[in-house]
């Protein structure tokens, strides 16, 4: 079974740094994309920020400049650092893997961040 895990959010105060951690387990997983989701109150999930196994990223036009995302391949994990934070970053932040054998993609449980003086 493959498990997603978050962890690293909080609340924080505008313009403060927050950096989210994920790392996957399971039997035989290996993680190809890797990616960060968020959904604030009343909207949709959208893509924060999504990186390739070989480290090609890209970012959603909200974030860029201000976020960065990176992953540790020998450990399944991916991080958010997410710097400058406005209170429109406030929302659930979900991992998201593709695991490279089946292409099946799975979900982390998300982590609160709340941005707010």
């Known amino acids: 079974q493959v498990r997603l895990v978050e962890s690293g959010g909080g609340l924080v105060q505008p313009g403060e740094t927050l950096t989210l951690s994920c790392a996957a387990s399971?039997?035989?997983?290996?993680?190809?994309?890797m990616a960060w989701y968020r959904q604030a109150p009343g909207k949709q999930r959208e893509l924060v920020a999504r990186i390739t196994r070989g480290g090609s990223t890209n970012y959603a036009d909200s974030v860029q400049g201000r976020f960065t995302i990176s992953r540790d391949n020998t450990k399944n994990t991916v991080y958010l650092q997410m710097n400058s934070l406005k209170p429109e970053d406030t929302a659930v932040y979900y991992c998201?893997?593709?695991?490279?054998?089946?292409?099946?993609?799975?979900w982390g449980q998300g982590t609160q961040v709340t941005v707010s003086s």
């Open positions: 998201n893997a593709i695991d490279i054998g089946s292409g099946k993609g799975y």
């Open positions: 399971g039997s035989g997983f290996r993680a190809n994309a």
